[in-house]
């Protein structure tokens, strides 16, 4: 049987969410498909699946994402489905094996890389909103050709959100770089 | 096709994303190329890389490299795949390692160590005596 549940996380709280999909699985409910706020989710043992999400260089199409997703199923986890360029995966686990815990990162200099390139998205969203405000705000006092007052107002808030996002995730970013300045 | 001088483009007309981006692009390619040149330099292996390539010193496809670290190591090291693709991935572009030609009755690429990462690795396991015995030599002398 399957159970659609619709909610919304932000991006930047991508930790928050693997949480809940755990806990889901961990309840026999494992993610089956994923869309724009959307979760399909199976009935499956307790704790047999666990799932992971990682944001990709390209989109899922795309020829190094596609080399990617086949070398994790070769090594038997599930590319669940993705949403853009963020990627959902689960693995089986072998609960009386030595299998129960699915990492995509296992060094904190993989994971520092994986926030790092987060940061490098929300950060250019946030400038690009922000620079965007500022050249239509100059614009419309110039020759009244702009976006008009709500949308620049618009612009400005989706910036700032960004920005949030970025600093929320370079607080993680830079605790893992602190780390890694002690180990190789 | 004419390049129109900057008076010409009203600031509206292109938009800052467009600026941005292309921005990015610039600076990212510019200090990718430092990065990569600065990567010549000898330093320590991490121990995930000294004991990939220790593992593809005869082929191995992934998940039989992931296999031979956490036996290697008594399952004390268990390298995860997204960390293993992008070491992988790092290392055939330093010539370290190389891909095999795909057989025919099986799906999984396998690697192989090249005779540039053999030599990387005989550094390192160099390196490493040379922390051994630093470190021995201290606790084998009477200690005042």
Redesign the interface.
């Known amino acids: 049987m399957k159970k659609t549940i619709y909610k919304w996380f932000w991006a930047w709280n991508y930790d928050k969410e693997e949480e809940w999909l755990n806990e889901m699985a961990a309840m026999g409910l494992s993610l089956a498909s994923v869309g724009f706020c959307t979760y399909i989710f199976e009935e499956t043992l307790p704790g047999e699946y666990k799932v992971r999400i990682q944001l990709l260089d390209h989109f899922p199409s795309h020829p190094e994402s596609m080399n990617y997703i086949k070398f994790l199923e070769e090594t038997g986890i599930e590319h669940v489905g993705s949403i853009t360029r963020w990627n959902y995966f689960r693995k089986k686990m072998n609960l009386d094996d030595s299998q129960k815990e699915f990492d995509l990162f296992s060094d904190s200099k993989s994971r520092q890389k994986h926030l790092g390139k987060m940061m490098l998205i929300f950060g250019i969203l946030a400038l690009a909103n922000l620079l965007n405000a500022f050249t239509q705000v100059v614009g419309y006092q110039d020759s009244g050709r702009g976006y008009t007052f709500p949308i620049i107002i618009f612009l400005i808030s989706i910036g700032l959100l960004l920005s949030y996002g970025f600093f929320k995730i370079y607080i993680k970013w830079n605790k893992l770089k602190k780390e890694n300045r002690l180990f190789e | 096709m004419a390049i129109p001088s900057l008076d010409q483009i009203?600031?509206?007309h292109i938009?800052?994303?467009d600026?941005?981006?292309s921005c990015?692009d610039i600076t990212y390619h510019v200090v990718g190329k430092e990065i990569k040149s600065m990567g010549e330099q000898k330093?320590?292996?991490?121990?995930?890389i000294y004991y990939i390539l220790l593992s593809l010193v005869k082929p191995l496809?992934?998940?039989g490299i992931?296999q031979n670290v956490e036996a290697l190591t008594g399952?004390r090291?268990?390298?995860?795949?997204?960390?293993?693709?992008?070491a992988i991935v790092n290392m055939i572009e330093k010539g370290w390692i190389k891909a095999l030609p795909v057989k025919k009755n099986s799906?999984?690429?396998e690697y192989i160590i090249t005779e540039a990462g053999k030599s990387v690795l005989k550094d390192e396991i160099r390196r490493l005596e040379e922390l051994l015995q630093n470190g021995n030599k201290i606790f084998e002398e009477p200690m005042q």
């Open positions: 009203h600031l509206t938009t800052a994303y600026i941005i981006i990015f330093g320590a292996l991490t121990e995930g496809h992934g998940y992931m399952g090291l268990k390298l995860a795949a997204g960390t293993l693709y992008g799906r999984k690429k």
